[in-house]
């Protein structure tokens, strides 16, 4: 079947703008997560979400970053007023729940001009 | 801080030799798992071991994990070019259910 679909896969913004950034997980996968990858570096958690429970927003860098997930299925990563130190790939991952494997996008490259 | 943390950075090597690569982590796991991605894209998943096992195979790959060290090993034998990958671990650690990645090793297989 078909994989975690982002989308855009690449995207360039000025700075100040906002962007949204779309993930379509697999069909049936209960948990939804956003991560975050720098040039060369690992994966930076943001934010997860696990059926119908509260998300863990704790990895949020700050109030600017925001993220939905609708109907339990399609999720979308708001940053509003985007800086340059936005600039990364964002990576989005499902799966059927915790202890089991994630499944990743090929993630939307954000650069902030 | 990141959970865990791969070691060494980067690891060169010919084709045919074996590559290990190591991860720490830092609080108690319910699963560690290992994951590949090649340049540009996302990360694909190789194999998954629970806390109370100590070894794992899949093909090629074999993982130790040792929780009295917090510590696992990522051993790919008889390595060939399109290995060529960064290499990371993940932790799933209490009730958190978000898996928490480390820095990844950058393995190049020279042909």
């Known amino acids: 079947g078909a994989g975690v679909s982002q989308s855009p896969s690449n995207k360039v913004t000025e700075k100040g703008k906002d962007v949204e950034l779309r993930c379509d997980p697999i069909?049936?996968?209960?948990?939804l997560y956003w991560y975050r990858q720098s040039l060369g570096q690992g994966l930076e958690f943001l934010i997860y979400?696990?059926?119908?429970?509260?998300?863990?927003k704790s990895g949020l860098p700050s109030d600017r970053f925001s993220a939905e997930r609708t109907g339990g299925s399609v999720s979308t990563l708001t940053i509003q007023r985007t800086q340059q130190e936005d600039s990364a790939v964002y990576l989005c991952?499902?799966?059927f729940g915790q202890g089991s494997p994630l499944h990743f996008g090929n993630g939307t490259r954000l650069t902030v001009t | 801080s990141q959970q865990g943390e791969e070691d060494p950075q980067a690891l060169s090597i010919q084709e045919g030799e074996n590559a290990t690569m190591n991860c720490s982590y830092k609080?108690?796991?319910?699963?560690l798992q290992w994951y590949r991605q090649n340049s540009g894209r996302g990360l694909v998943h190789l194999i998954l071991?629970?806390?109370?096992?100590r070894e794992k195979h899949s093909g090629r790959l074999r993982v130790t994990l040792d929780t009295s060290k917090k510590s696992s090993s990522l051993l790919i034998t008889a390595s060939r070019a399109a290995d060529t990958a960064s290499y990371f671990c993940?932790?799933?650690?209490?009730?958190?259910?978000?898996?928490?990645f480390g820095d990844g090793t950058t393995l190049t297989v020279k042909p």
């Open positions: 069909s049936g996968h209960t948990a």
């Open positions: 993940a932790t799933d650690a209490g009730n958190a259910g978000k898996s928490t």
């Open positions: 991952a499902s799966s």
């Open positions: 609080t108690s796991i319910n699963n």
């Open positions: 071991i629970r806390s109370n096992e």
């Open positions: 979400f696990q059926g119908n429970s509260a998300p863990d």
